[in-house]
């Protein structure tokens, strides 16, 4: 006798999958809702409990994990002593286990009490699944119904039996890996725990496989982390082509910046710095004064706005002189989407996203290097009392400048100058080796524009030079966090030079 056990909280083709296994000859054996299913159309099963002889228990906590179900998925039978033991026990192996687990997840991503969390914890689930992996050499351990084919096919001989039982048990400790994955952080949360635990586990589930990553000799993916807060990863394509790598992290870097802006701001980036960031009364308005800090550089940008696209801003993007790789927004009005999808000249090659707006940042953020991982908090600013250090006090307008510029200082990369007002950014110096160059480049862009303007820094100023660069280009307020050595320094040349300095005390360092 041949047995197949099916037991599954998705039961996408499993009736059909039954069927084709007792076309086979095999007896299903199976639990539940699986069971219930599967009568109901019209096929024959038989309960765990009638295999075991000891009937479900502890509300279901108990049902499979039982000798003669675990013997029969574990015993190798290329092993005579195996084949001896399970005769003698009467244990009848099983050589097909089709099992999915509890919907954990589900129940962790919507309104849950931590004792309905607790009770859909799988147990009797993954310890079926990883055996069957284990004895894969005997054993077709099946957790995703698009594999239900492809076994079907290897029983009948038709393709490669050994090798898919290798890559179906590759695919099911995968599974349980990601399961536990979430289950772990979920209880290290509840307990109260540091997250910066001795051992790290996070799972990621593939959204979109990439053509090529970064460069096309790369490869790459867009995966998914169902524990964490919503954001870019969650967005909804709406028009264009499919986006890539460089897309993502572009688009993700307006999506946050704009997130931090004011209500109807845009964000321009190119290349994962802002070159353009705006608010207005509308977003139309928004857009033209985001762009014109660097239109050469928003040619072929990403565009985010934090709200719903109208008509007028999308006259606004589609002008004559502009092109735009993807724009997201919180939504698109019908009239703002068909201007976009009727612009001639650019086809699908803007792609137009709807995501949701990030929620507060928290948690932690990860970056791979070889042979391991950087892991650090996300980069909040805790809201320290900002500190006017120089005798000339800065105007209402010039902090107003200077705040606007603080929530843009931590999305551009190390050494960040960015100049500006309090409604717009003019002018960026991103990735430089020294903090003056940066400066340069900044006033540089900002032109006349930065007679008056603000300027921040993401770290402190080590000496007083660029203070004095930015007093040759007449700025009228500086803020920074402060903390250096020579800080009495550049405070006395500020003073000297007449221009008002805020220290926020954070730093916000982006390499």
Sequence with gaps: MTRALLSVTDKTGIVEFAQALQGLNFEVISTGGTATRLREAGLTVADVAQVTGFPETLDGRVKTLHPLIHGGILGDLRLAEHRSAMESLKMVPISVVGVNLYAFEQTVSGPHTFEEAVESI??????????????????????DPADYGRVVEALAGSIDGEGLRRELAAKAFRHTAFYDSMIARYMTEKAGLDAFTETLTVGYRRAQPFRYGENPHQRGALYLDPLSGKGLANATSLWGWEMGYNNWNDADGAWELVADLPPISCAIT???????????ATFGEAFELARVADPISAFGGVVAINGVLDAEAATAMTAKGNKLDVIVA?????EALAMFKERKGWGQEVRLLTAPLPEPKSGLTVRTIRGGALIQDSDEDPGKDWQVVTEVQPTEEQMASLRFLWRIIPHVKSNAIVVGKADRLLGVGAGQMNRVQSVRLSLEQAGEGAIGAGLASDAFFPFPDSIETAAAAKIGAI?????????????????????PMVFTGTRHFRH
């Design 479 to 499: 803020v920074q966090p402060g903390g250096s050595k020579k800080d009495p320094d550049v405070i006395a040349k500020a003073n000297e030079l007449g221009i």
């Design 122 to 143: 799988d147990i009797g689930g993954p310890a079926m699944i990883r055996a069957a992996a284990k004895n894969h050499a005997n054993t077709y351990v099946v957790v």
């Design 270 to 280: 190119k290349h994962g710095n802002p070159c353009g960031a705006a608010t207005a």
């Design 330 to 334: 919180v939504g698109f009005t019908d």
